[in-house]
């Protein structure tokens, strides 16, 4: 029996393209992880609402303040305004540009299953894959930006936890960007090459 699932195993591996292959057990993943994702963006957006909501109502005094006191506010991103509005705004843009890559992805393995990887939508496809990421890099770098800036003029004397992963750089999600970018213009002309191909026959 484990021979036979060891086998199961690596004739899919084997097998990158087509049905019962890599590329439709990664379908699969898609399938669930949008799932997760949907769930996660829903989170988000709820979260930026009732916090910004919440904030505002303690600057009008219709809240009492101490709605954000405890005994580890300081270890709280969400305790201070001026980290937590900007935190929010980039987790809904994250969660929401996530939820776009998993659903263009699951375009391209669809590709990948019918065996047409090169079909001329996966290049749009990547390349639009390519934006949302250089759009959600450029939100984080500016909630980096606007939390500092903001903490500096309205909070300099509180204790303000910053989040993690927020660094203004980071050449590891850089490279992975160009790396996208540089797999959209493969695909594109690949489709290019397969239509002269069709066209020659």
Do not use: C
């Not at 829903?42 to 505002?56: D, K, M």
């Not at 996530?98 to 749009?124: C, E, G, H, M, T």
Request: charged content about 15%; proline content about 4%; overall charge positive.
């Amino acid at each position: 029996m484990k021979t036979l699932d060891e086998n199961l195993l690596s004739s899919k591996l084997a097998k990158p393209f087509g049905q019962k292959s890599l590329s439709s057990g990664l379908a699969v993943a898609l399938k669930i992880a949008q799932v997760i994702i949907s769930a996660l963006f829903a989170i988000a957006a709820v979260a930026a609402v009732f916090t910004t909501t919440l904030f505002i109502l303690v600057a009008m005094h219709r809240v009492p303040a101490k709605v954000f006191n405890g005994p580890h506010r300081g270890d709280n991103i969400l305790s201070t305004w001026t980290v937590a509005i900007p935190y929010l705004v980039y987790a809904v843009v994250a969660t929401r540009g996530a939820l776009l890559i998993v659903r263009r992805l699951q375009s391209v393995f669809s590709s990948f299953v019918a065996n047409q990887p090169f079909a001329r939508d996966n290049a749009a496809h990547l390349r639009a894959i390519w934006l949302t990421l250089v759009v959600i890099e450029i939100t984080r770098i500016t909630a980096f930006i606007v939390m500092h800036g903001l903490t500096a003029a309205f909070a300099s004397a509180a204790s303000v936890t910053f989040p993690r992963g927020l660094d203004p750089i980071d050449p590891v999600r850089w490279f992975v960007i160009f790396v996208v970018l540089i797999l959209a213009e493969v695909f594109r002309q690949g489709a290019q090459l397969r239509e002269d191909s069709e066209l020659t026959v």
